[in-house]
């Protein structure tokens, strides 16, 4: 009888510890913010985030655009910051392009930008600044024509800002566009 008892608690303490071992990283996962990629949880965004214009994928403003024109050489320099509705995504990248004020209106997959810079996400930040875009010096005008994209894996713009058009950033402009 003793050694049935033994054999019973044994199992039944390893049962137990099983489950409260097994059960220790669903928790931890529950609590942090990501996703299941090839059957494994991936910490960072959501599937929402990384498919529809939602929280780290969805730009809401921007901030201190500021655009450096070379007077000597032609060119310039483009700085801007992405403001998020939420932490950004590792999975994601965030696009400034830079076209030429003074030509056609941008049209998404047929315009050519003077030049483009990108990034990817930390899972940290709501304000994620841009790597300043080169601006090449065959470009001479005072003023550039900007748009902001988050772009995911394949390739897809999940947010466009402006929406629905561009905005024109000058040498000594303070930033009041519109970047929704």
Not at 112 to 139: C, F, H, I, M, Q
Request: proline share 6%.
């Amino acid at each position: 009888m003793k050694h049935r008892f033994t054999r019973f608690a044994l199992a039944a303490v390893l049962t137990i510890g099983l489950a409260v071992g097994s059960a220790a990283p669903a928790l931890a996962k529950a609590d942090t913010p990501g996703h299941r990629k090839n059957g494994k949880f991936v910490p960072g965004c959501s599937v929402t985030e990384l498919t529809t214009e939602s929280g780290g994928s969805d730009i809401i403003n921007a901030l201190n655009p500021t655009y450096h024109q070379d007077t000597v050489n032609g060119g310039g320099t483009f700085d801007i910051s992405f403001v998020l509705a939420d932490r950004s995504c590792p999975e994601l990248t965030y696009q400034v392009e830079v076209y030429d004020a003074f030509g056609d209106p941008v049209v998404d997959g047929t315009s050519t930008p003077l030049a483009t810079s990108s990034r990817d996400g930390d899972l940290t930040n709501s304000t994620l600044p841009a790597p300043t875009v080169t601006v090449p010096s065959s470009y001479t005008q005072s003023c550039v024509t900007v748009v902001l994209r988050t772009v995911n894996d394949s390739g897809t713009t999940l947010d466009r800002a402006p929406d629905s058009f561009s905005n024109d950033v000058c040498v000594g402009d303070t930033g009041n566009q519109k970047w929704f």
